[in-house]
């Protein structure tokens, strides 16, 4: 099955979707120093990277792996959220149907943190994960479809002692977005197109994010932060 690029997409690229939702998340400038905004890998950097540019805050990553089924990996039946400590989130019913033999679930947690730790190295080097207690977190990624991801992230982040959590994104399917509302998240969309298909469909230029956007967008994030707020705390 073939599907059309929107005839006339609402973004030009993953900067334009970041700019336009900075714009719309403008009144959270004031409270700049509580701000923290966390990208979803890594789609979600050169998004994040505009609305922590537009705020003046800092920029960090949201790492979530999957946790797949034994033997059927692309099923997921949780995830991982790296912290200190890590969350575990568990899909009970997805548990229930697949019924993972006992220590499968806790080694694929330490796999997946192994790999989680492996990535933050290569985009972040030895700084460690921005301090989210009491902090306004804005959790950002470049489109939303199932909202699986998604929703594993502002689970975790709820049990993170944060102020105040909030998804955003360019664009969500109508159905997805009232889910997540429905489960209690607050969530900042500013496209429902019909007929929703894919993210990339929505955007005139949707290139893969390369490992070496990621660390410059990581970077280059670190201009606009006074020294003493360098990445950290």
């Known amino acids: 099955m073939f599907f059309n690029r929107a005839a006339t997409a609402p973004f030009k690229d993953r900067h334009d979707a970041g700019q336009k939702l900075a714009e719309a998340l ?3 400038k004031s409270q700049r120093d509580k701000v923290v905004v966390l990208a979803l ?3 979600g950097v050169p998004v994040a990277f505009e609305v922590a540019k537009s705020l003046g805050a800092p920029l960090d990553l949201l790492m979530v792996r999957k946790i797949g089924a034994p033997g059927h ?6 995830a991982v959220v790296e912290g200190n400590p890590p969350e575990l989130v568990m899909n009970e019913d997805a548990v229930k149907y697949t019924q993972p033999p006992e220590g499968y679930v806790q080694a694929m947690m330490e ?3 192994k790999e989680i730790a492996r990535q933050r190295n290569r985009y972040l080097g030895d700084r460690p994960p921005l301090s989210l207690a009491g902090k306004i977190a804005i959790v950002v990624d470049d ?3 199932t909202g699986g991801t ?5 689970k975790a982040l709820r049990q993170k002692n944060v102020a105040k959590a909030l998804l955003a994104s360019p664009l969500a399917p109508s159905d997805t ?5 429905a489960e209690g998240n607050e969530v900042l969309v500013l496209e429902t197109p019909p007929n929703f298909s894919a993210v990339g469909l929505h955007y005139t230029k949707f290139d893969q994010t390369s490992d070496e956007e ?9 201009e606009w932060l006074p020294k003493s707020n360098d990445l950290k705390n």
């Open 177 to 181: 977005l009232a889910e997540l509302r």
């Open 111 to 113: 796999k997946q943190l």
């Open 41 to 43: 890998p890594r789609g």
């Open 73 to 78: 990996e692309e099923y997921g039946i949780g």
């Open 150 to 154: 998604a929703r594993v992230a502002m």
């Open 143 to 145: 489109g939303i479809a």
């Open 214 to 222: 990621v660390i410059d967008c990581l970077e280059k994030s670190r």
């Open 26 to 28: 403008k009144n959270f």
